[in-house]
């Protein structure tokens, strides 16, 4: 089945302590991105990349980074969470020359 | 930083009524698509439009991209309960749609 998984779905942890957010997609997609989602806010994009080796920032990119070292996978790493980073993460993937977004479940991180 | 403005926020209407939900932007996008989204998971896309003044339809489900490719609209005609979800419009930058600028979402409620 085609599909963007991501690990784990629900977490909470404490300010401070390094968390990693993997996403992993088998379609053999070229661009892969990461948002996450507040009320009142929508879907905001944090990072994308384009290929393996090849990441980008998006609008919110403080706090946050990301490696492409594989097709598959475009893990997200908190290397010091805060509580402002309490969101739902949603990692998305499509082929390079279409639109159309695929997205994983969802990862609820909680920080305290 | 371009902005998405979508309304209305929150819309709660009776099973066989239609609506109309608006997508809008002061700033030119290259592509506009609507996704739906169910609690728990993960947006999926619905349609993507292109060309200034592009009407596209899916089943009870009418989308416009205005003639200056700054807005958008979705229109419902007789929803269904199966319709119940948040709807998010997403617009594109750039050819390619390296970069998405989603809207705040508007939530429809279809009561039986």
């Known amino acids: 089945e085609a599909q963007v998984t991501q690990n784990p779905r629900y977490l909470i942890t404490v300010t401070g302590k390094k968390l990693t957010v993997t996403c992993s997609q088998n379609?053999?997609?070229?661009?892969m991105s990461w948002y996450r989602q507040d009320p009142g806010l929508g879907l905001r994009q944090i990072y994308y990349?384009?290929?393996?080796?090849?990441?980008d920032k998006g609008d919110v990119p403080e706090g946050y980074k990301v490696s492409r070292k594989e097709k598959r996978n475009f893990p997200l790493i908190l290397e010091s969470p805060s509580p402002n980073q309490t969101s739902l993460y949603f990692c998305?993937?499509?082929?390079?020359?279409?639109?159309?977004?695929?997205f994983g479940p969802g990862t609820r991180l909680t920080v305290t | 930083t371009q902005l998405l403005e979508q309304s209305p926020q929150f819309l709660s209407i009776q099973e066989g009524e239609n609506l109309t939900v608006y997508c809008n932007s002061s700033s030119v996008f290259s592509s506009l698509q609507w996704y739906r989204q169910e609690p728990g998971e993960g947006p999926v896309l619905l349609v993507t439009v292109v060309t200034g003044g592009e009407v596209k339809k899916l089943k009870r489900l009418t989308f416009q991209f205005g003639d200056a490719r700054k807005d958008s609209s979705l229109h419902i005609t007789a929803a269904q309960p199966g319709d119940t979800g948040l709807y998010l419009c997403?617009?594109?930058?750039?050819?390619?749609?390296?970069?998405?600028?989603f809207g705040q979402g508007t939530r429809l409620t279809i009561n039986p």
């Open positions: 379609m053999n997609h070229e661009y």
């Open positions: 990349s384009m290929n393996v080796e090849v990441t």
């Open positions: 998305a993937s499509r082929p390079g020359h279409r639109y159309e977004q695929y």
């Open positions: 997403a617009g594109a930058n750039s050819q390619g749609a390296q970069k998405l600028v």
